[in-house]
């Protein structure tokens, strides 16, 4: 019988229908959502150049074929908060994992968020979900977290060779997996790639096909150390850090951290240029993985039906305003960061200059995914919603700036618990004592302030307070111990206990400010001598700085005549001077030691840690030949909230710290794109504005999902302001060196 033309489509239906019997081609025809990945690296940079240099193949292919986000920045530039932020979309200040340490992966963010991260809810939308990588800081060994399907995560910190793996089997246990040695099979970035192409295979294989799989990619580099493979480690050898306007400048009009340091030395120029041709050797890899992944998708035909997004945790700076290495600042080079997105429906080859977060990830994929519920309770927005309004737009041929899209965010860095700082002014006279009130939520209040007369307070009260705490001092101490742990030290007491400490040549400071405090009872009581392997264990049960602090100085396991105790100090990032005076050390002690045991007491007065970095720092090739480096770096009581703004008129980032110190710099590029001017003087003459700011900032601090984060120009007083306001035009920046 001759078919004839009209008749084949209901034909075409009711073999469709037949077929739709059979489950699988029912459940089929209802899955056809995407599949999404996420590649999330760990300290990359944008300012730095190290994109362009090393990851040529990423930044073309995504140039190409899909959308590069010039914008784009993260929330807190500190690992665990960032990642924690990607997770949930939330704010730092609503997820309340505020630091790399205990607060990472806490009971708050398990109670409360870990049961509707990002994971959690793709696996209710129907996705297979898996974790492949470095997953966040503080991770428990024996705890599974809800929502993936697949659990793949280093155990510990972004280490390269000799690492350990969680690995979740089909029973639903966790085994612990090992990889020792250099070679490259067992390099992670490798591992990980064997493990995300398994990955497709298995989502083309029948089983896979049932489902759309979501999977987030958490590679160790450029993270410090940096190691690379053999191959790569040749690579960049003449490669130094870029000059820019604000490489090795001081800071005099910064906050207190800033204004310490001194623009760095000839062979601390050398150690970061040295860093730096490290990092991007670590690139290479990272650079072959997205050319496999792409090429798996292609072969397996999943590249037309895969989403693809590619960032980092955060920024870094090396040798920006005269600072060794690391992050924590909210300056451009800490929180920009690289962002490309490529799939259906992604414009191709586009340059999106709307500013974009790492809170906006989850919602993104809730959107693409097609869950429900939505991203109501979450603090970020859908950057497919940005994507769809500028697609049209365009084609409408009306003007970009009418985009409801946001103008400006929060940036903010906790450290909680006891903190020290400078106030405006800076010097001995002006340290102070923060005393959170135990009744407020962590982040959010100044709290009270006592002033003190020495800076050697500063450097007793940080590793006695938890000792202090437990102990019941007699009347004539003139010690009140409060119920949250606080120490009360009369200023007049504070004199006497460095006096008499002077007097009496005791050693160490922690012993001998018990003793003066609260007899000999109290400090045999509070402080038994500890071996230092007892000290290690109790380290890794807890993050806790002052445990750690206490232990290894009772035990004397940080002094400069032991090699083996000193790498065991740097291995946990603390500098092994810091408890025993550079006077008692062993005769045949060198200049260069001497030099930075003196170097490390000087940071710890003013609350700093020496970032100490020797020869033994980094264990493959290259090596470092070049004299050791003792950098003061980084601190307890740095917090601080910031907005950072971009639109056609403004261009700025303003800033409160917890001491109340205040930056405000005005980023246009023909002011001061580098941040090198703080123009606080401009919002002094104009009280006006700096109430704004301090408005819009106070808003921002307490946001709660999209619909308050996302706009913040409610009161009518200030939106008048707002209309008023234009920055000054005549205003120039200079610096010298």
Same mark, same amino acid.
């Given at each position: 019988?001759?078919?004839?033309?009209?008749?084949?489509?209901?034909?075409?239906?009711t073999?469709w229908?037949?077929?739709?019997?059979?489950?699988?081609?029912?459940?089929?025809?209802?899955?056809?959502?995407?599949?999404?990945l996420?590649?999330?690296?760990?300290d990359?940079?944008?300012?730095?150049?190290?994109?362009?240099?090393?990851?040529?193949?990423?930044?073309?292919?995504f140039?190409?074929?899909?959308?590069?986000?010039?914008?784009?920045?993260?929330?807190?530039?500190?690992?665990?908060?960032?990642?924690?932020?990607?997770?949930?979309?939330?704010?730092?200040?609503?997820?309340?994992?505020?630091?790399?340490?205990?607060?990472?992966?806490?009971?708050?963010w398990?109670?409360?968020?870990?049961?509707?991260?990002?994971g959690?809810?793709?696996?209710?939308?129907?996705?297979?979900?898996?974790?492949?990588?470095?997953?966040?800081?503080?991770?428990?060994?024996?705890?599974?977290?809800?929502?993936?399907?697949?659990?793949?995560?280093?155990?510990?910190?972004?280490?390269?060779?000799?690492?350990?793996?969680?690995?979740?089997?089909?029973?639903?246990?966790?085994?612990?997996?090992?990889?020792?040695? @250099?070679? !490259?099979?067992?390099? =992670? +970035?490798?591992?990980?790639?064997?493990? %995300? *192409?398994?990955?497709?295979?298995?989502?083309? &294989?029948?089983?896979?096909?049932?489902?759309p799989?979501f999977?987030?990619?958490?590679?160790?580099?450029?993270?410090?150390?940096?190691?690379?493979?053999?191959?790569?480690?040749r690579?960049?050898?003449?490669?130094?850090?870029?000059?820019?306007?604000?490489?090795?400048v001081?800071?005099?009009?910064?906050?207190?951290i800033?204004?310490?340091?001194q623009?760095?030395?000839?062979? @601390?120029? !050398?150690?970061?240029? =040295? +860093?730096?041709?490290?990092?991007?050797? %670590? *690139?290479?890899?990272?650079?072959?993985?997205? &050319?496999?992944l792409?090429?798996?998708?292609?072969?397996?035909?999943?590249?037309?039906?895969?989403?693809?997004?590619?960032?980092?945790?955060?920024?870094?700076?090396l040798?920006?305003?005269a600072?060794?290495k690391?992050?924590?600042?909210?300056?451009?080079?800490?929180i920009?960061v690289?962002?490309f997105?490529?799939?259906?429906?992604?414009?191709?080859?586009?340059?999106?200059? @709307?500013?974009?977060?790492?809170?906006?990830?989850?919602?993104?994929?809730?959107?693409?995914?097609?869950?429900?519920?939505?991203?109501?309770?979450?603090?970020?927005?859908?950057?497919?919603?940005?994507?769809k309004?500028?697609?049209?737009?365009?084609?409408?041929?009306?003007?970009?700036?009418?985009?409801?899209?946001?103008?400006?965010?929060?940036?903010?860095?906790?450290?909680?618990?006891?903190?020290?700082?400078?106030?405006?002014?800076?010097?001995?006279?002006?340290?102070?004592?923060?005393?959170?009130?135990?009744?407020?939520?962590?982040?959010?209040?100044?709290?009270?302030?006592?002033?003190?007369?020495?800076?050697?307070?500063?450097?007793?009260?940080?590793?006695?307070?938890r000792?202090?705490?437990?102990h019941?001092?007699?009347k004539?101490?003139?010690?009140?111990?409060?119920?949250?742990?606080?120490?009360?030290?009369?200023?007049?007491n504070?004199?006497?206990?460095?006096?008499?400490?002077?007097?009496?040549?005791?050693?160490?400071?922690?012993v001998?400010?018990?003793?003066?405090?609260?007899?000999?009872?109290?400090?045999?009581?509070?402080?038994?001598?500890?071996?230092?392997?007892?000290?290690?264990?109790?380290y890794?049960?807890?993050?806790?700085?002052?445990?750690?602090?206490?232990l290894?100085?009772?035990?004397?396991?940080?002094?400069?005549?032991?090699?083996?105790?000193?790498?065991?100090?740097?291995?946990?990032?603390?500098?092994?001077?810091?408890?025993?005076?550079?006077?008692?050390?062993?005769?045949?002690?060198?200049d260069?030691?001497?030099?930075?045991?003196?170097?490390?007491?000087?940071?710890?007065?003013?609350?700093?840690?020496?970032?100490?970095?020797?020869?033994?720092?980094w264990?493959?090739?290259?090596?470092?030949?070049?004299?050791?480096?003792?950098?003061?770096?980084?601190?307890?009581?740095?917090?601080?909230?910031c907005?950072?703004?971009?639109?056609?008129?403004?261009?700025?980032?303003?800033?409160?710290?917890?001491?109340?110190?205040?930056?405000?710099?005005?980023?246009?590029?023909?002011?001061?794109p580098?941040?090198?001017?703080?123009?606080?003087?401009?919002?002094?003459?104009?009280?006006?504005?700096?109430?704004?700011?301090?408005?819009?900032?106070?808003?921002?601090?307490?946001?709660?999902?999209?619909?308050?984060?996302?706009?913040?120009?409610?009161?009518?007083?200030?939106?008048?302001?707002?209309?008023?306001?234009?920055?000054?035009?005549?205003?120039?920046?200079?610096?010298?060196?």
């Amino acid at each position: 019988m001759k078919l004839k033309r009209n008749d084949v489509g209901p034909l075409l239906v009711t073999i469709w229908l037949s077929l739709c019997i059979v489950p699988y081609w029912c459940e089929a025809s209802e899955q056809r959502k995407p599949n999404i990945l996420l590649v999330v690296v760990d300290d990359l940079d944008v300012g730095l150049l190290s994109v362009e240099r090393a990851l040529n193949f990423t930044r073309k292919y995504f140039g190409k074929h899909g959308t590069t986000f010039e914008n784009a920045f993260v929330t807190t530039p500190v690992c665990c908060p960032s990642r924690s932020s990607m997770l949930s979309g939330l704010y730092a200040h609503n997820h309340q994992a505020l630091t790399n340490n205990a607060e990472c992966n806490g009971e708050y963010w398990r109670k409360h968020i870990e049961n509707r991260t990002i994971g959690v809810r793709m696996q209710k939308a129907g996705y297979y979900t898996a974790y492949l990588g470095k997953y966040l800081n503080n991770i428990d060994p024996t705890a599974l977290p809800p929502g993936w399907d697949r659990w793949f995560v280093q155990l510990g910190n972004s280490r390269y060779f000799n690492f350990a793996m969680l690995n979740k089997t089909k029973e639903g246990r966790i085994e612990r997996v090992e990889y020792s040695g @250099e070679r !490259k099979s067992d390099y =992670f +970035t490798n591992v990980i790639q064997r493990d %995300t *192409l398994k990955l497709l295979e298995w989502a083309n &294989s029948t089983e896979g096909r049932k489902k759309p799989f979501f999977a987030v990619i958490g590679l160790p580099a450029p993270h410090g150390r940096a190691d690379a493979i053999p191959d790569h480690q040749r690579k960049f050898s003449n490669v130094k850090v870029p000059r820019n306007p604000n490489f090795n400048v001081r800071s005099d009009d910064k906050h207190w951290i800033m204004r310490f340091r001194q623009t760095l030395s000839h062979s @601390e120029l !050398k150690m970061v240029d =040295f +860093t730096y041709r490290r990092r991007l050797q %670590t *690139l290479l890899s990272v650079d072959e993985f997205i &050319s496999k992944l792409f090429k798996r998708l292609h072969r397996k035909h999943q590249l037309n039906n895969t989403y693809v997004f590619f960032t980092s945790d955060h920024g870094f700076h090396l040798g920006q305003f005269a600072q060794l290495k690391g992050k924590n600042q909210p300056y451009e080079d800490d929180i920009r960061v690289p962002f490309f997105a490529m799939g259906p429906g992604i414009p191709r080859g586009e340059k999106v200059k @709307e500013i974009v977060l790492n809170i906006d990830l989850a919602p993104t994929f809730l959107d693409i995914a097609r869950a429900q519920p939505r991203y109501n309770d979450m603090d970020g927005m859908s950057i497919m919603t940005l994507l769809k309004k500028l697609k049209l737009l365009k084609k409408r041929k009306v003007d970009r700036s009418s985009i409801p899209w946001r103008k400006s965010f929060l940036l903010t860095k906790f450290k909680t618990g006891q903190q020290f700082y400078s106030t405006d002014g800076f010097g001995p006279a002006d340290w102070k004592i923060r005393t959170p009130r135990s009744d407020a939520s962590v982040g959010q209040t100044l709290g009270e302030m006592r002033r003190y007369s020495t800076v050697e307070m500063l450097d007793v009260s940080g590793r006695v307070i938890r000792l202090l705490g437990s102990h019941q001092f007699p009347k004539r101490s003139n010690v009140t111990v409060m119920a949250n742990t606080t120490l009360r030290v009369r200023a007049l007491n504070v004199v006497k206990l460095v006096r008499w400490m002077q007097n009496s040549k005791c050693r160490p400071i922690l012993v001998c400010t018990l003793r003066y405090l609260g007899g000999q009872d109290a400090a045999r009581a509070a402080v038994k001598p500890i071996a230092l392997p007892e000290a290690r264990h109790r380290y890794r049960r807890s993050l806790q700085d002052n445990e750690f602090h206490s232990l290894l100085a009772e035990a004397e396991a940080c002094n400069c005549t032991s090699a083996a105790l000193r790498s065991a100090c740097d291995t946990h990032g603390y500098q092994c001077n810091r408890f025993a005076p550079c006077e008692d050390k062993a005769a045949s002690q060198t200049d260069l030691e001497r030099q930075r045991c003196r170097r490390a007491r000087d940071c710890s007065k003013i609350g700093l840690g020496c970032q100490l970095i020797t020869t033994r720092h980094w264990k493959t090739k290259p090596f470092y030949h070049g004299p050791d480096v003792c950098h003061c770096a980084n601190t307890r009581n740095s917090s601080y909230w910031c907005e950072r703004r971009i639109d056609d008129d403004h261009n700025y980032l303003y800033c409160k710290f917890v001491t109340g110190f205040e930056e405000y710099f005005d980023m246009r590029p023909n002011v001061d794109p580098w941040e090198l001017c703080n123009q606080k003087s401009y919002l002094q003459r104009n009280p006006k504005i700096h109430k704004h700011l301090l408005h819009r900032l106070s808003y921002l601090r307490t946001c709660q999902g999209h619909r308050q984060c996302f706009t913040n120009d409610r009161n009518l007083t200030m939106l008048a302001v707002e209309r008023a306001w234009k920055p000054e035009a005549n205003f120039s920046c200079s610096v010298g060196l």
